[in-house]
């Protein structure tokens, strides 16, 4: 099985910085791509921000040049720096990654997630 671990979390005054992390671990053959969804209450899931294997990086407009994404090649990891946050920016934040379990099948994987908290 494949296990996506974050960590970082946590409370932070608006203005502030805040850094994600996560690890893939388990059967892994090749990660395709990684990143951060987040979810707020009463709103759907979101995506943050993506990088693929290839360097190709995407974010969502509301996080555009405030938050950046980057992955160590090899190891599987992926984190994301967080700054100048916003009130809006509170949710719950989760690690995604697409991987090859062997040389032909592959699937989606999900964190369990950690909490964003901006306030004063």
């Known amino acids: 099985q494949v296990q996506l671990v974050e960590s970082g979390g946590g409370l932070v005054q608006p203005g502030g910085s805040l850094s994600l992390s996560c690890t893939a671990s388990?059967?892994?053959?090749?990660?395709?791509?990684m990143g951060w969804y987040r979810q707020a209450p009463g709103k759907e899931r979101e995506l943050v921000a993506h990088?693929?294997?290839?360097?190709?990086?995407r974010y969502a407009d509301s996080v555009k040049g405030r938050f950046t994404i980057s992955r160590i090649n090899g190891q599987n990891t992926v984190s994301l720096q967080m700054n100048s946050l916003k009130a809006e920016d509170a949710a719950v934040y989760y690690c995604y990654a697409r991987a090859y379990s062997d040389f032909k099948s592959w699937d989606d994987y999900w964190g369990q997630g950690t909490q964003v908290t901006v306030s004063s």
């Open positions: 388990g059967s892994i053959f090749r990660t395709v791509a």
């Open positions: 990088r693929n294997s290839g360097g190709t990086e």
